[in-house]
């Protein structure tokens, strides 16, 4: 196997590991959906924090997930969205098993997206080496 097949099959390889990243990081936050919404909405989902066009939009189903991802950064980083929630805290509102699956959540969506980001780059020089420079 020449070292062009090597980077070709360990860079869709590697692009295959980031898009099952994604996947379970979906398929988290889906689980996610069920349950932060009951624990956190009565007291983060109020004009306090949300505008009322906000809190009509988030609350259908496609872009509630938006609202459980702004819930899953507050659990897993705190001073990423002060300016939104202030010194609201949603750490102490929620189970052990959530806490956990927010922090897993947040791993596996930045280890899916430098995976994929990687892939895209090599792909890219690759392509740049081989078509435009003729180095191969």
Do not use: W
């Given at each position: 196997?020449?070292?062009?097949?090597?980077?070709?099959?360990?860079?869709?390889?590697?692009?295959?590991?980031?898009?099952?990243?994604?996947?379970?990081?979906?398929?988290?936050?889906?689980?996610?959906?069920?349950?932060?919404?009951?624990?956190?909405?009565?007291?983060l989902y109020n004009e306090n924090?949300?505008?009322?066009?906000?809190?009509?939009?988030?609350?259908?189903?496609?872009?509630?997930?938006?609202?459980?991802?702004?819930?899953?950064?507050?659990?897993?980083?705190?001073?990423?969205?002060?300016?939104?929630?202030?010194?609201a805290t949603a750490r102490d509102?929620?189970s052990m098993v959530d806490l956990?699956?927010?922090?897993?959540?947040?791993?596996?969506?930045?280890?899916?997206?430098?995976?994929?980001?990687?892939?895209?780059?090599?792909?890219?020089?690759?392509?740049?080496?081989?078509?435009?420079?003729?180095?191969?």
């Open positions: 196997m020449s070292f062009q097949d090597y980077f070709v099959v360990t860079g869709y390889t590697f692009f295959f590991l980031g898009l099952f990243l994604l996947v379970i990081m979906v398929v988290l936050l889906l689980l996610q959906n069920l349950t932060l919404p009951r624990c956190l909405d009565k007291h924090y949300f505008t009322p066009q906000e809190l009509s939009m988030f609350s259908n189903f496609p872009l509630s997930l938006l609202k459980t991802l702004a819930y899953i950064r507050l659990i897993s980083f705190p001073n990423s969205l002060r300016k939104r929630f202030g010194n509102k929620i956990f699956l927010s922090h897993l959540t947040m791993a596996v969506f930045a280890v899916g997206t430098l995976i994929v980001l990687n892939f895209l780059i090599a792909m890219t020089l690759n392509y740049l080496r081989l078509e435009v420079f003729g180095i191969g």
